[in-house]
C-alpha cells in the first residue's frame, strides 16, 4: 500500500450506497438553493479503511466503524474561491467562522424538517450527514 494512501479523498456521489446516495444528492440540491447554505459543498463521501485509520489516529474521527467505509456518510465544507474551511479553523483568513457555522446550522435544520432518513452528529463534526 502506498505511504499516500490515506491521502485519497473521495467527493463523488457516484460511489454511495443506496438509498442514502437519493437522500445526499437531494440534499444538496436542497443546500444550494438556500443562501445561507450554499457554501456548503461535498468535501467526502466513501473512504477507504487506510483514509479512516490516518483520520481516526490523528483525532479527525472518533471511530473505525464510520458509515464513510460503507458509503453511507458525506461531509459537506465550506468551499470558496480561496478554497475549503472549516467551523473550527478559518484557514481562509477572510472572517467567516460565522458565516460558516450558520450555514452548518441551517443545514441541520433542513435535515431536521426534510430528511428523515438522514441524522447529523454531535457538535464534534458540524461537517458530517449519514443515514439514520
Known amino acids: 500500500m502506498s505511504q499516500y494512501a490515506h491521502r485519497v479523498i ?3 456521489t ?3 450506497s443506496e438509498p442514502f446516495k437519493v437522500e445526499c444528492e437531494r440534499l444538496i440540491e436542497e443546500l444550494s438553493k438556500d443562501p445561507k447554505t450554499m457554501i456548503l459543498k461535498v468535501f467526502e463521501t466513501l473512504r477507504t479503511i487506510a483514509r479512516q485509520d490516518y483520520l481516526y489516529k490523528n483525532s479527525r474521527s472518533r471511530t473505525m466503524n464510520s458509515k464513510h467505509l460503507c458509503g453511507w456518510a458525506c461531509d459537506f465544507v465550506p468551499h470558496t474561491d480561496k478554497g475549503w474551511s472549516w467551523a ?3 484557514i481562509t483568513g477572510d472572517g467567516t467562522l460565522k458565516d ?3 450555514a ?3 443545514m441541520r435544520e433542513i435535515v431536521k ?3 428523515p432518513k438522514l441524522k447529523y452528529l454531535s457538535e464534534w463534526d458540524l461537517s458530517h450527514i449519514e443515514l439514520a
Open 10 to 12: 473521495i467527493k463523488s
Open 14 to 16: 457516484d460511489v454511495l
Open 113 to 115: 424538517e426534510k430528511f
Open 104 to 106: 452548518y446550522y441551517r
Open 100 to 102: 460558516e457555522r450558520e
Open 88 to 90: 473550527d479553523r478559518d
